[in-house]
Structures are given as C-alpha cells and as structure tokens.
C-alpha cells in the first residue's frame, strides 16, 4: 500500500487530520470535529480533528485525494495522520479517541498519548499487548498510517475488546521514551541509511535507551542517544570494550559528558573497536 488512490480512500469511514502539522486553511471546509478530550478543552489548536468522509460525495473525496497528494508531495509530515476503518459513527468514534489519548501513568495521574501521530502509533504496535492493542483501536477494524518510509500500513484490530487498558511500568517508561527514541531513528536514517529501520531496530533503541539510563547511569539526553546509536551502528557488545567502559565510567562520575568523551573518537575509530569487540566475543565462546 505504497500510495493512496480514490478506492483506497472510499475504504475509509473517517480521517485524522493533526492541525500543528496541516494548518486549518486545507481542511477547514471539510466535515469535521475536534478530538479533545474534556482536561484539554482549553488547547484545542493543538489536538487533532477527525474529518468524516462519509459526508463527502465522490467528487469531494476525489478534490480531497488531490490535496492530500499536493501536500505530501510538499511536506515531510502527511497530511492525513490516520485513515480509520469503521461502521461507527463520528460520535462513537471521537468519543472513542478522545478516551484513548489520555492514559493513567503509575503515579495516577492522566498524560496525553499522542496515538494519532503515525510516529508515535507505529511503535504502540510493538509495546503494546494484542488486547491492549484491540483495546485501543475499540469500534475500528483497520487504522491506516503512513510510515517513515513514506508507505502506507495497516493494523488491524483482531477482537473488540471492551476494556479500559492501562501501561505497565516498564510500558510506561518506554511511552515517555518515545521522543527520544524517534530521534535515535532519525539520526540513523542520516548517518545508517542500509539499516532497515524497522519495528525490531525500533525494540533494540529502546532497550538501549533504558540501559544507557539505568545501567549506565547516563542523563543527559545527548549522551544516551549517542550510547543507543554506538551499539546499533558499531556492535551490540562494543560498550565492553574497555576503552567505552572507561570513557562511561568518566560521565558516571562526572567528569565530562559521554559525548565529550567519545569526541575523539571517529567512525573509523570505532570499526576497529568493534572488530576488537567481536574478536574477544568470538575467544570467549570458543
């Protein structure tokens, strides 16, 4: 699903539009209604909306195919969010999604999940359970997105699941990892381009991240992104060498950054110490 075209958008009951990256000038003369959930109803420039196709005619919806494509042939971002399979009304589902994006972290309190940013959804796949999941979607049978490779994807919901799901610990601590962990992936795009970023790279990063925090005792943001991206570029074992553990040891007792540490430390000077990683990998399982 490479490109949308007008059958494929005739599939979708409803569209998700996210008004910090469309500006209001191309969707304000469609059929639409905010989702915002009732703690947020003073910010609603800045939560999405959710444009109901099936109000459209054919030749709307063709006109609406056409703008999408102008726009995504211009930007970055898409500009539909997310395309939604459902027999739902506008009012079950925003009512739906407006109850998902704000989720109960382990200290009580309500946070937004923003779900419908293809950037945060993709990786929901992977942390979330199989019914949490269903939970999630509730009254959709398909959520469309765009991905980072500019193609389309769906998911599918297996089961209706009327259940209120919540994040374990160690999900939650992955969701408020999520913007840090984009960021990982995007720098590898850069600099790796033939690693396939995919939902494997994306579990791999953020274990890393976890580690780099409390293993490694790392803090700043800039050190943990470059200790994720050491391991995925170079080698999974290459903070055992001894010179990485040292320069860790220098950040841990604050001596200097991990990234000043390692800033004598080129791609080249890197390869080799991978190569010594994996030579002393290989000796101690033989």
């Given at each position: ?72 042939r211009g930007y ?27 989720v109960r972290g ?52 297996t089961t209706r ?126």
């Amino acid at each position: 699903m490479n490109a949308l075209y007008h059958r494929s958008l005739e599939e979708h009951a409803f569209a998700v539009v996210n008004p910090l990256q469309v500006p209001p000038a191309q969707w304000r003369d469609l059929p639409h209604r905010p989702l915002v959930p009732k703690t947020l109803a003073a910010q609603p420039h800045l939560l999405p909306i959710l444009v109901d196709l099936g109000q459209m005619d054919a030749t709307s919806r063709v006109g609406l195919l056409e703008r999408s494509e102008r726009w995504d042939r211009g930007y970055d971002e898409p500009f539909f969010s997310a395309l939604l399979t459902t027999d739902a009304t506008d009012s079950q589902v925003a009512q739906h999604l407006t109850r998902q994006m704000m989720v109960r972290g382990p200290a009580g309190g309500e946070n937004l999940l923003r779900l419908f940013d293809p950037r945060v959804f993709r990786h929901l796949r992977w942390l979330l359970t199989p019914m949490q999941l269903d939970a999630l979607l509730g009254p959709i049978d398909a959520w469309t997105w765009r991905d980072q490779h500019q193609s389309w994807k769906q998911q599918l919901r297996t089961t209706r699941v009327t259940m209120h799901w919540r994040p374990s610990g160690v999900q939650w601590d992955s969701l408020a990892r999520l913007g840090l962990l984009n960021r990982v992936l995007k720098q590898l795009g850069r600099v790796e381009p033939a690693l396939v970023c995919d939902d494997d790279l994306a579990q791999r990063a953020d274990r890393l991240l976890r580690e780099s925090w409390e293993v490694q005792g790392l803090v700043d943001e800039a050190d943990r992104r470059i200790f994720a991206e050491q391991a995925l570029r170079f080698h999974a074992d290459i903070h055992r060498h001894p010179q990485l553990a040292q320069r860790l040891a220098q950040a841990r007792a604050g001596e200097c950054s991990y990234v000043g540490a390692c800033s004598d430390l080129d791609d080249t000077s890197m390869r080799g110490l991978a190569r010594q990683t994996a030579q002393d990998t290989t000796r101690t399982i033989a």
